[in-house]
């Protein structure tokens, strides 16, 4: 037995979201009463080039049917910055130590502090 | 026969209203995270939309990096929203507010 | 020589090394720095001498810029020091070096002698004192006599409150600083007024300000002046006039800013006898002199200082003849004296003033260290009730004083005789003249007291000769006083002669019978700086002020106020010349209880201060802390309230956040639709 979906509680706190309704009126507006002639005359891709294609080349740099720039360090960085972020999560996620945790600095407790310290919070 | 651009924008600034809509009254953390995900799929669209006006293929790569960005942005928040959990019993965006005057 | 006025600075300078050195070295020296004083008012008497030596002969007077301090851009006036050397500033640096040296040679007979301590601190404080008076003198414009006036008064505060750990000196010498300073305040106005209305302070020449004024009120050159208020020029001059009478009569010691100097003489005696005496009391009379050409154009003016100057000399004589302490009675006595040499400016005698200036520097310096000399003899005690019999166990100082007494009481040949009857004469022949004015019955008025004034003198300073000195002695130490050695009557007797000759320069009863040429001090203060002699003042008295002279035979009040002071003598002769004199006063009762307590001008001039000025000072104190402290207090509170409430946007709800940035957003965005024409 399933319960019910929560219903969206028409009340007071919903008020904020007048300011999301403005924004979108005023981008409508800006939006509609562009002048995008100039846009629609040439668009579109080659019939018989392969667009999937052409972005998996151009991801590793090679050359493809449509040509376009390489994206060969950005593929590299997102690679980097999508496994930072996965041991960012599971860094978050590890339950902190309750006791023993010590302080990369302990505000100069004094010199036996020294020999314990080493490498702070890396655990 | 084209679809007009504006009308591509028009989406775009409707998906992303609503997304900003999410954020500004949901009270649950994860229903914000979803609704910033909105908002970023918002200007996705942008950019796959303009990709085919200018026949160049920079946008439709640039929203792929866009969307793995935003998984990773999903990955640490959801991380976050567990510290949160942890630290003050509930998701409840509205119950953590010591960080006031 | 005319090179002598090269070294005119050196007059004033020398007494300044001898501050510095006194100061610096004292303690190492043998004397504490008495000879270096001695030396250095010796050098400035010679040097006064030479000058006024030079002067005599067909020397111009000596005016001469020194040092420009603050440089005027274009327009504005510049500010100098400056001096000038004229027939009367000449005599005048001639008595204060003298007396200057004299007092330095009595203090080693008086401080050093008797053992007292801090002895570098005395010698520096005379040696600046000496410098300041003798700036003054030489002083080019009003702004620099007003800053070494000033000088001098801190070094009265200094010298008075010499022994300090009693309680009596710190005491005086505050009230002497804070009473001349009351009146200084009116003189700094008057000095600022002067500056404004003419641009210029100088004292001679045709760019000073005495010449502009008098072009103002007499000639027709009123264009360059300004006047304030919307008065003419001759009522602002009197106004101007009258607010540097304010830091005369504080210096002078003229009612009713007299009330400083019987307690100054809780310092040592040379000091009393140097600058509460001679020297620095006589700056305010000297200051009106210097200007008297400003002075002259103002009826009103003059009135004033005469009726101020006769009523002091009877007021302050009349106080005198209770007093019980000896410098008390001389401290009377000066008030007095000073009131007459007013009285003599404010009645058109110029030649008579300075005269008087001249005999009292001497008998009366001569009186004060008389007085020391007793006190030395005493062991510091000053009542004389307990003295009597000195005049045979201290010779020369009994006959010195007895010349400086038959010099004060004014009877003849002795030196106050000419001078005090040179002032009564000039009063009488103003307040006769015919087409007076209005000042004429107050001149006559300030005669009047003077007059009765000659009684008192006469009186009061006989009862202090015969109480000390004759008699049997009263108590032990009368029987056997200390002996004094040559540094105390080695200037006993140089002034001594000075009382008894000094008057003969300018004998004016005789000049219907001599002729004009014995006049030696008319003489002398007719040369100097066109515009600053004695005829050019006479004529600005006649023209401006309406002044002039009734023919009258100098023998008749001559006759007149040497009857009196005899009267006054033969009065103290007859109550106090015998063996054991009774307390005669003791029998007037309340008036007696009226003038020892001088009138209760103290204890009027105490309230002054804290029933009046206290009150006020509390309220302004009041408006301050509460007016203006609350309104810059109120502008922060309304600041910190404004931001206790605009901080509660900070609420850490996420989602407020948002909708705050959000809104901005929009309002930013549609801003810039509506500029750039999107829409």
């Known amino acids: 037995m399933t319960s019910r979906p929560e219903r969206v509680p028409f009340d007071r706190r919903l008020l904020p979201g007048i300011a999301a309704i403005a924004l979108f009126a005023l981008m409508a507006a800006v939006f509609l009463s562009a002048d995008t002639a100039t846009l629609v005359e040439s668009w579109g891709f080659p019939q018989d080039a392969s667009v999937v294609a052409s972005i998996g080349a151009a991801l590793i740099g090679i050359e493809s049917a449509i040509p376009t720039e390489s994206f060969v360090v950005a593929l590299l960085i997102i690679a980097i910055a999508l496994d930072a972020a996965l041991d960012g999560a599971l860094m978050l996620a590890k339950r902190d130590e309750e006791s023993g945790g010590e302080p990369v600095a302990d505000g100069g407790r004094g010199p036996h502090s020294d020999a314990e310290t080493g490498t702070g919070g890396d655990r | 026969m084209a679809v007009l651009p504006e009308y591509y924008l028009l989406l775009s600034a409707a998906v992303f209203c609503i997304g900003l809509f999410g954020v500004l009254t949901r009270r649950n953390a994860l229903f914000f995270l979803m609704s910033v995900e909105l908002m970023l799929n918002a200007g996705n669209i942008n950019l796959v939309a303009f990709s085919l006006y200018y026949s160049n293929l920079t946008g439709q790569v640039f929203a792929l990096f866009g969307m793995a960005l935003a998984a990773a942005e999903v990955a640490v928040g959801i991380g976050i929203i567990l510290v949160l959990y942890r630290n003050f019993g509930d998701i409840d965006v509205t119950e953590a507010v010591t960080m006031r005057w | ?679």
């Not at chain 3, 015969?466 to 009368?478: E, I, K, V, Y």
């Not at chain 3, 103290?572 to 054991?580: I, P, S, V």
């Not at chain 3, 009774?582 to 009138?599: A, E, K």
């Not at chain 3, 709800?653 to 309002?667: D, G, Y």
Request: a negative charge; aromatic letters at 12%.
């Open chain 3, 1 to 679: 020589m005319a090179g002598i006025f090269d070294y005119a600075p050196a007059i004033a300078l020398l007494p300044l090394v001898s501050f510095l050195i006194a100061l610096f070295l004292g303690p190492r020296m043998p004397k504490k720095g008495a000879l270096a004083g001695i030396v250095a008012t010796g050098g400035s008497l010679v040097l006064s001498v030479l000058t006024l030596v030079t002067l005599a002969g067909p020397a111009e007077p000596h005016h001469q810029e020194l040092y420009t301090f603050v440089t005027g851009a274009g327009d504005a006036l510049s500010l100098t020091f400056g001096i000038l050397i004229d027939p009367l500033s000449a005599l005048m640096l001639v008595i204060v070096s003298l007396i200057a040296f004299l007092v330095h040679i009595f203090s080693l007979g008086y401080m050093n002698d008797e053992g007292e301590i801090g002895l570098p601190r005395y010698y520096a404080g005379l040696g600046l004192f000496t410098f300041s008076m003798l700036s003054f003198v030489f002083a080019d414009n009003l702004l620099m006599a007003f800053m070494f006036f000033e000088l001098v008064g801190l070094c009265s505060f200094l010298l008075i409150g010499f022994w300090f750990r009693e309680d009596g000196p710190p005491s005086g010498a505050k009230k002497a600083f804070l009473v001349t300073r009351f009146g200084d305040y009116f003189f700094l106005i008057g000095v600022v007024a002067v500056l404004a209305t003419f641009g210029t302070s100088a004292f001679a020449g045709d760019d000073s300000f005495v010449h502009m004024a008098e072009a103002a009120v007499l000639g027709d050159g009123g264009s360059e002046i300004r006047t304030f208020f919307g008065l003419g020029p001759q009522a602002w001059f009197t106004v101007v006039g009258l607010l540097v009478l304010g830091g005369v009569m504080g210096k002078s010691a003229q009612f009713p800013l007299h009330t400083w100097l019987p307690d100054a003489m809780e310092g040592p005696t040379p000091v009393s006898a140097l600058i509460h005496a001679a020297t620095m009391v006589a700056a305010g009379v000297y200051l009106v002199a210097r200007m008297y050409g400003f002075y002259a154009l103002s009826p009103t003016a003059l009135a004033v200082i005469a009726l101020i100057g006769g009523f002091t000399a009877l007021f302050a004589a009349t106080m005198g003849v209770v007093k019980q302490e000896l410098k008390q009675v001389l401290a009377y006595s000066t008030i007095s004296q000073y009131g007459y040499m007013m009285l003599a400016l404010g009645g058109g005698g110029y030649v008579a003033a300075v005269f008087h200036l001249t005999t009292h520097a001497v008998f009366k310096a001569l009186l004060f260290l008389g007085a020391g000399s007793v006190i030395i003899a005493m062991h510091h005690n000053e009542n004389m009730w307990d003295m009597g019999g000195l005049k045979d166990r201290m010779r020369v100082t009994y006959l010195t004083f007895l010349s400086g007494s038959l010099a004060l009481a004014g009877i003849v040949p002795f030196a106050g005789f000419w001078s005090k009857d040179e002032v009564l004469y000039e009063t009488l022949v103003h307040g006769l003249g015919e087409a007076g004015g209005t000042s004429q019955p107050l001149l006559l008025l300030g005669f009047a007291m003077g007059l009765l004034a000659v009684f008192f003198t006469g009186f009061y300073t006989f009862r202090m000769v015969f109480l000390t000195f004759h008699g049997d002695p009263r108590s032990d130490t009368a029987r056997d006083p200390e002996p004094v050695r040559w540094n105390v009557k080695f200037p006993l007797a140089v002034l001594g002669v000075g009382a008894a000759i000094v008057g003969f320069v300018n004998m004016g009863l005789l000049k219907n019978v001599l002729g004009d040429s014995i006049l030696y001090l008319h003489t002398w203060l007719d040369g100097g700086v066109e515009g600053l002699n004695a005829h050019h003042y006479a004529d600005v008295l006649h023209e401006a002020a309406g002044y002039s002279a009734a023919s009258l035979s100098p023998f008749a009040s001559g006759a007149v106020s040497l009857g009196l002071a005899i009267l006054g003598v033969l009065v103290a002769w007859r109550l106090y010349g015998g063996a054991d004199p009774d307390p005669h006063m003791q029998r007037l009762g309340s008036v007696r209880t009226l003038l020892m307590n001088n009138y209760y001008q103290d204890e009027f001039q105490v309230w002054l201060a804290q029933g009046v000025t206290v009150p006020i000072a509390n309220a302004a104190n009041t408006v301050d802390q509460v007016v203006v402290d609350g309104v810059v207090n109120g502008v922060s509170s309304a600041s910190l309230f404004a931001a206790q409430r605009v901080r509660r946007i900070q609420s850490a709800v996420v989602t407020n956040n948002a909708a705050l940035l959000t809104v901005a957003f929009v309002i930013l965005l549609a801003f810039f639709a509506l500029i750039g024409g999107w829409i």
